[in-house]
């Protein structure tokens, strides 16, 4: 019998819909619209409004170590939990690596992603937040930071608060750890240094926005480490930021049906100022 990571590893194989509504009788009618932000065939998202007014964006970042094999439907489910409960939600699609990415392109693209968002009519950037699984993770909280550096420094849209699923946040240790059999080499096309400062979260502490972490305690793919390390550092330096671990594995924390999604659905309230 399949297996919850297998389901949840086979639907980035899923075809990737333009337009989609809810099937289900009884629930809410969400529409969910996609908008390029460039032209690559990756370079676009997808649009998913609440009804009535929303609380703000969550921006969702998909996971599975900036491989190009895992696409946005990772993120969908979650972008549908998220606009029932009065987000607008915001489910980015990036180059990732064999497919036009790794760095620089896929940290422009999720920058570009972020920035599309001005253009968008009737949506209130105010509270921006950003919700990333995994590779995901990394890359939200680097989003929060990212217009310290020259090449996003022009950045109009910034993010006001992260929560990371299962991050890899700190690109060094996964460098010297084999995180995702030699990934963040992948990403960067050599072994994570202290001189990439510009790519890793660890080493842009401390951010002036909070910054969440949830981590399954029994994660076998990304050690819990990689959040509750990065948290320590952060306080320590004086920034906002906190871990939960939770019960489960890798992907409970991208399971909408999870004590754990439900407590992420509450920091994300918080971070919102709701």
Known sequence: MPTRRSLLLAAATLPLAGCTTSPDPGTKELTTMRVTYGDDPSQFAELTRPEGESRGVVVVIHGGFWKAEYDLELGRPLARSL????????????????????????????????????????????TLLTLGHSAGGHLAVWAAGRQRYAAWSGATVRVTGALSQAGVLDLVQASQDDLGSGAVERLLGHRATAADEAWDPQQQLPLDVPVRCVHGRVDDIVPPSQSSDYVAAATSAGADAAVELVDGDHFVVIDPDSPAWSRQLELLEELGGR
């Not at 896929?106 to 920035?115: G, K, L, N, R, S």
């Open 83 to 126: 606009a029932e409960r009065g987000w607008t939600a915001w489910n980015i699609e990036y180059r990732r690596v064999d497919a036009g990415g790794g760095a620089p392109a896929t940290f422009d693209d999720v920058h570009a992603a972020i920035e599309r968002l001005a253009g968008l009519e009737g949506v209130d950037t105010t």
